[in-house]
């Protein structure tokens, strides 16, 4: 029988900083990968001058579009029956193809596995952090959308007849893509959680996630995704109230705390204007639907 295949994508936009390591955790794997690819979206740093020190890696380039479009672009060029999406600033752990392959082998119902993170200092350090599923039944799809325990595409392990089936990831969701990309699997298909850390998720100022403006209206669009497809049950919506919650408390409070300070200060309109429509935009879904 073929050994499988994994494919391993990083989409890379100015990622000098951490994409070397990125890739070395990728070359450092006890299963190795097949291909690894890494597109490069546009970046007008030393991103490509540091990949070119890797002849093993396919480097695509594309025009600015968006981490979507690249990881996008990664999976039409890939050629592993499994993928895995790796941010250009997380890091696997020796051992993450290997335990995610064999959590989706034992489980061949399953459209992708994951495992849990790590989270990492800028520097590299381990950080007090750690996600977990809270949930290890067969209903992960309520699971997530009470609020996502998968917290960057490198913990999980995808079946590539599930992503080609469903279009890869939605290029409209921005950072988000990935949490939607999860819902709209697990709202079909089995998954399952490998009880195993697999990625070190580095947590520093230029997160894509601080933004928390551009995350709540992101989110809001992919309830009210959500909510079309599953209106008809209860227990979904009542899910995706509490997601909403969740999504607020994330992102809202701390949007909120800024609109206030930067309005006391009389800075940065520009992006006040954006929170104060994203906190609109969840007022009108929560009350309205």
Not at 14 to 28: I, K, P, Q, T, Y
Not at 51 to 71: E, M, N, Y
Not at 92 to 114: K, M
Request: proline share 5%.
């Amino acid at each position: 029988m073929p050994k499988p295949r994994i494919s391993v994508v990083i989409p890379c936009y100015n990622g000098a900083r951490f994409v070397g390591e990125a890739v070395d955790s990728v070359l450092s794997q006890r299963y190795p990968a097949t291909d690894i690819i890494v597109v490069d979206d546009g970046s007008v740093d030393s991103s490509l001058s540091i990949l070119s020190r890797h002849p093993s890696v396919r480097t695509l380039r594309q025009p600015h579009a968006g981490v979507a479009v690249a990881r996008n672009t990664g999976l039409q060029h890939s050629t592993g029956d499994y993928i895995a999406f790796l941010d250009q600033d997380d890091r696997l752990l020796p051992d993450a193809l290997r335990s995610n392959l064999e959590c989706l082998l034992a489980r061949p119902h399953c459209a992708f596995s994951f495992g849990d993170a790590q989270c990492i200092a800028v520097g590299g350090g381990t950080l007090p952090i750690q996600s977990s599923s809270p949930h290890e039944g067969e209903e992960h799809y309520l699971s997530l959308l009470r609020g996502s325990y998968i917290w960057t595409p490198g913990a999980v392990l995808h079946r590539r007849a599930v992503l080609q089936t469903l279009s890869g990831f939605d290029v409209h969701l921005g950072p988000v893509c990935d949490t939607d990309l999860h819902l709209r699997i697990a709202s079909l298909y089995p998954i399952c959680h490998n009880p195993t850390v697999v990625v070190e998720k580095r947590i520093h100022d230029a997160n894509q996630s601080r933004d928390c403006a551009i995350l709540l209206m992101s989110m809001i669009q992919v309830f009210r995704t959500q909510k079309q497809w599953v209106h008809h049950d209860r227990r979904s919506m009542d899910a995706i109230q509490d997601g909403v919650r969740s999504y607020l408390s994330l992102y809202g409070k701390p949007l909120a705390a800024n609109l206030v300070n930067n309005i006391h200060h009389r800075r940065e309109w520009r992006r006040t204007c954006m929170g104060l429509l994203a906190l609109l935009q969840y007022a009108s879904f929560y009350v309205l639907g």
